[in-house]
């Protein structure tokens, strides 16, 4: 808990490339995946910086990450993809599971608790993921998908840049 808390502190201008920052989360995702999950990645062709920091970014990502297998029991494929503008960037990750239950969307839509649909969850995850990009200036939502879930995770770009990353 005291983990997941200090993530909620203010932002210390941190930033991350994000096409490199994916495709090396990527990496480490494919050591975890079950063998029946795929996971895809593009090739970024510019490189942004977004204005969250990798510890962060890490911990949105392993909430979305971790629900999308969890869904995708039967196997399945998971895909990061982004674009960005000079002022935004955003990440989608979906995949083709059976998509999220309908009263997990309404209760995301209105702000309200989420019940955990997990043997033992506390329905915090994607609050704390909410909670998490608002802070950095960014925000989640759920995209539109033709099958399984999709969720876009918008980030401001970076109007500083680290010497760091």
Known sequence: MRAASSLLEPARN??????????QYARGVLDRLPGNISLSIPEASTAVRVGLGER?????LNNLIGNAIEALRD????????????YEAVVEVANNGPGLPPQVAAAFATGQRIQSTKPGGNGLGLLSVRSLLARAGGQLSLAPA????????TLPTATTTSEHE
Request: glycine share 12%; hydrophobic share 55%.
């Open 14 to 23: 941190e930033s991350v490339e994000i096409g490199k920052f994916l495709r």
């Open 56 to 60: 962060a970014l890490t911990a949105v």
């Open 75 to 86: 196997g399945g494929a998971i895909t990061l993809a982004w674009t960005a503008d000079e």
């Open 146 to 153: 033709q099958s399984g879930a999709a969720w876009l995770i």
